[in-house]
């Protein structure tokens, strides 16, 4: 298996792709210019906003959920209007949003953190069925928020601790009990951001400065990497006619100008075909 180049803009922090199952259009963010992403039959697509957006849910056909610093939008597609649902962290200048992902019951999880990784400053919430609940908290880079197939529990990490978190779902979808290590990655040196779970309880963790993203069983085994271009791997999304296409975004912050010259492809979104069967994103429901 081999990356190709899905989008050759180069992202300053690209982040949370997402496959939209009923448009087959794959979504992204370049962070820090406050950009939506995308690409059709016709090439690349983009939309701007005041602030930094980052993570994303399907709502419908023309519609997503879409994470700001310092709200949630409901933001439709076709003409490019925005409306707040509900404010996030709205009145903490230090920190804006980062890694999220809709969960099985159609709630939306989002994790915020300081603007310049200020310790423990973020947190992560979910919204469901209209209203934001905080979950956890003193988090200084959220990521790696997915969930099992079956439901029973929900994956995380704070970046800078190398250590993701496993939490127990209710049959509602709300923590139970407190999380739990997963996958301690410290003494590999590696560093876990975004991350998705495909159909076989496989965990997918884009690895920050590894260039690759690395598959664990259920039980936290190494299983294998693909390796992409980019070495700031930032976050996976399956996606494509089959699911089996795992696209991966990229990041060039934090590298030096001689690494991430214009010619290099630190920054741009790849795809890896046949990687294995991926799952929807989940609808949030509003």
Same mark, same amino acid.
């Given at each position: 298996?081999?990356?190709?180049?899905?989008?050759?803009?180069? $992202?300053?922090?690209?982040?949370?792709?997402?496959?939209?199952?009923?448009?087959?259009?794959?979504?992204?963010?370049?962070?820090?210019?406050?950009?939506?992403?995308?690409?059709?039959?016709?090439? @690349?697509?983009?939309?701007?906003?005041?602030?930094?957006?980052?993570?994303?849910?399907?709502?419908?056909?023309?519609?997503?959920?879409?994470?700001?610093?310092?709200?949630?939008?409901?933001?439709?597609?076709?003409?490019?209007?925005? &409306?707040?649902? $509900?404010?996030?962290?709205?009145?903490?200048? *230090? %920190?804006?949003? #980062? +890694?999220?992902?809709?969960?099985?019951?159609?709630?939306?999880?989002?994790?915020?953190?300081?603007?310049?990784?200020?310790?423990?400053?973020?947190?992560?919430?979910?919204? =469901?069925?209209?209203?934001?609940?905080?979950?956890?908290?003193?988090?200084?880079? %959220? #990521?790696?928020?997915?969930?099992?197939? +079956?439901?029973?529990?929900? =994956?995380?990490?704070?970046?800078? &601790?190398?250590?993701?978190?496993?939490?127990?779902?209710?049959?509602?979808?709300?923590?139970?009990?407190?999380? *739990?290590?997963?996958?301690?990655?410290?003494?590999?040196?590696? #560093?876990?951001?975004?991350?998705?779970?495909?159909?076989?309880? &496989?965990?997918?963790?884009?690895?920050?400065?590894?260039?690759?993203?690395?598959? =664990?069983?259920?039980?936290?085994?190494?299983? /294998?990497?693909?390796? *992409? @271009?980019?070495? /700031?791997?930032?976050? @996976?999304?399956?996606?494509?006619?089959?699911?089996?296409?795992? =696209?991966? %975004?990229?990041?060039?912050?934090?590298?030096?100008?001689?690494?991430?010259?214009?010619?290099?492809?630190?920054?741009?979104?790849?795809? *890896?075909?046949?990687?294995?069967?991926?799952?929807?994103?989940?609808?949030?429901?509003?």
């Amino acid at each position: 298996m081999s990356a190709e180049v899905f989008d050759d803009r180069r $992202c300053i922090l690209g982040e949370g792709p997402l496959w939209h199952p009923e448009r087959s259009q794959l979504f992204w963010f370049d962070i820090m210019r406050h950009r939506l992403l995308s690409r059709d039959a016709n090439g @690349p697509l983009g939309w701007r906003f005041d602030e930094p957006v980052s993570a994303a849910g399907w709502v419908d056909t023309d519609t997503l959920l879409i994470a700001s610093a310092s709200a949630l939008w409901r933001f439709d597609l076709a003409d490019g209007r925005k &409306t707040q649902l $509900c404010a996030l962290e709205q009145d903490n200048p *230090v %920190t804006r949003s #980062n +890694d999220g992902r809709a969960d099985p019951w159609g709630g939306f999880w989002i994790g915020t953190m300081g603007r310049t990784a200020e310790p423990q400053a973020g947190a992560i919430y979910r919204f =469901y069925k209209g209203k934001l609940h905080r979950l956890f908290g003193e988090i200084t880079i %959220t #990521n790696a928020i997915c969930f099992a197939p +079956d439901h029973s529990c929900a =994956y995380f990490t704070d970046t800078s &601790t190398q250590k993701v978190m496993r939490v127990v779902l209710d049959r509602d979808g709300w923590p139970e009990g407190a999380p *739990v290590v997963f996958l301690d990655l410290s003494d590999d040196g590696l #560093n876990p951001d975004g991350a998705v779970v495909a159909e076989d309880s &496989t965990i997918w963790i884009a690895q920050w400065g590894a260039a690759r993203v690395a598959a =664990y069983a259920p039980d936290g085994a190494f299983l /294998h990497a693909v390796d *992409v @271009p980019g070495v /700031h791997a930032t976050c @996976p999304a399956f996606g494509g006619a089959d699911f089996r296409t795992l =696209y991966v %975004t990229s990041a060039r912050q934090g590298l030096s100008a001689d690494v991430a010259h214009d010619q290099s492809p630190h920054g741009q979104t790849f795809a *890896v075909h046949g990687v294995t069967e991926g799952r929807p994103e989940p609808r949030v429901i509003l």
